[in-house]
């Protein structure tokens, strides 16, 4: 074999090993967003979604789990002290994604609000039981920073212990984080995390727009800057590809 | 478990162990818990096997969690552990019989964890081999992060060996379209392979 026919056999070689290397990806369901992370979230993966009030946090959320449900996989919604689930579930039906046929089927919901007064140990201990018992692909946790709020000195503990629990027990997992004002991000639950997506609002004129932005995604190279979306019932959450 | 992991058992029960002791299973790789789940049970409770569950993606804590919530006896699954002692993980405990080693690098020595294994540094923790019938690894690819091609090569023929001298049922996942090296040199070297079909995950 002449030197550039090894060498090419050996790039080759390389590459394929490299590829075997790859992680394994699920799509998120949003339209516009694979497009901008090599295909997908890395399975397994946590994702934080952080955005103040109305940009969109859960709505993303949910169109994850029925893009999922969709190829049959098992997606576990956990509520936290947002609002009651079947005000949250009202109000998502009107999205044209949302098949009611997948609601306690694929589709489980578990409210962790009552939970949240025990001692840290015991809510891990039930969030995974939970998990255990329905073997999700999808998991979602619907805003995780309401926990932040209540347990205060064990939440950075309590952060490391469920996304490494989250991610062992294979899956995607999306926590929704609120954005306070003057913070740009929950600081805590980005550092556990493996992603984080931020979402929010910018004027424009006499109007707010919304914007998506991929701030962190291990292992993945990802499209920077702010990419305009829309959220509409037929249509769901769409990332639009202009780019400000 | 629930009637579609039931339909999933039924569906493997008549094509796992039907046909000599190596079988390797295909699915995508988001569903390779459930069906190693699904497989314990039916070679633990319904066949009544003693075996070994290699844990290569994460503490064996939360494959042997998942065993119990589904209320699969464990009194005859020993475990090798690839990942605790490197994982910081502390959330689940499960006193089970377990095998550690110090990381899930060198995946071509893993089999010394067995007592015909060939290095003495094991020997004193090692699993006895009269007290394995089936070994499933959980899940080969994530092996792949750590160790070469031929680290799993040599891996994957110790394991046959040890299949072969002691009458070892060897299962093992693998998503042909995610990983089609390791898919590839899976098939050079067992002779089974289990398509798992759509029908039998969602019934």
Redesign the interface.
């Known amino acids: 074999m002449d030197e550039v026919s090894e060498k090419t056999w050996k790039n080759e070689e390389e590459n394929e090993e490299l590829r075997e290397n790859e992680m394994v990806r699920v799509a998120s369901g949003i339209p516009g967003l694979d497009d901008m992370i090599e295909g997908g979230f890395p399975f397994p993966s946590v994702v934080l979604v952080a955005g103040s009030a109305g940009t969109g946090k859960t709505t993303f959320s949910l169109q994850f789990l029925f893009a999922g449900a969709e190829q049959d996989e098992q997606g576990l919604f956990f509520t936290t002290l947002s609002e009651p689930t079947h005000w949250m579930l009202q109000y998502s039906s009107n999205f044209s994604f949302v098949k009611k046929e997948y609601f306690g089927n694929l589709i489980q919901y578990v409210d962790l609000g009552s939970m949240l007064n025990r001692p840290v140990d015991e809510i891990l201990r039930y969030i995974n039981e939970k998990i255990a018992e329905t073997m999700p692909q999808r998991i979602v946790i619907d805003p995780v920073t309401i926990i932040g709020n209540i347990i205060k000195d064990d939440y950075r503990k309590f952060l490391f212990d469920l996304t490494n629990s989250l991610k062992s027990w294979q899956a995607v997992s999306l926590l929704t984080g609120e954005v306070r004002p003057g913070e740009m991000y929950p600081v805590e639950v980005s550092y556990a995390a493996d992603s984080v997506i931020l979402l929010s609002l910018k004027a424009e004129g006499n109007a707010r727009r919304k914007y998506l932005e991929i701030l962190k995604m291990r292992g993945t190279d990802h499209r920077t800057g702010a990419y305009p979306v829309s959220i509409t019932r037929e249509d769901g959450f769409v990332v639009l590809r202009t780019r400000f | 478990m629930n009637e579609k992991d039931l339909r999933l058992e039924e569906a493997l029960s008549s094509q796992v162990g039907v046909d000599g002791n190596d079988y390797i299973f295909t699915t995508k790789?988001?569903?390779?818990?459930?069906v190693n789940?699904v497989i314990l049970k039916l070679l633990l409770e319904n066949r009544k096997k003693r075996g070994v569950a290699v844990v290569l993606?994460?503490?064996y804590g939360?494959l042997a969690?998942?065993l119990s919530?589904?209320r699969v006896d464990q009194t005859n699954l020993s475990y090798i552990d690839t990942v605790a002692r490197f994982?910081?993980?502390?959330?689940?405990d499960n006193p089970k019989k377990v095998v550690y080693t110090d990381g899930p690098f060198h995946v071509e020595l893993l089999m010394n964890a067995f007592s015909d294994g060939y290095e003495d540094d094991f020997k004193t923790k090692a699993i006895e081999m009269e007290d394995v019938d089936f070994i499933l690894i959980d899940n080969v690819a994530s092996a792949?992060?750590y160790n070469?091609?031929e680290a799993m090569e040599t891996c994957l023929k110790t394991l046959k060996e040890l299949s072969d001298k002691h009458n070892i049922l060897i299962v093992m996942g693998v998503?042909p379209h995610?990983?089609?090296?390791?898919y590839g040199l899976l098939k050079s070297e067992i002779k089974n392979e289990i398509k798992i079909e759509?029908r039998w995950?969602?019934g």
């Open positions: 790789q988001v569903f390779m818990v459930r789940l993606d994460r503490p939360y969690h998942l919530l589904h994982s910081g993980d502390s959330v689940i792949l992060t070469t091609m998503d995610a990983h089609r090296a390791l759509e995950l969602h």
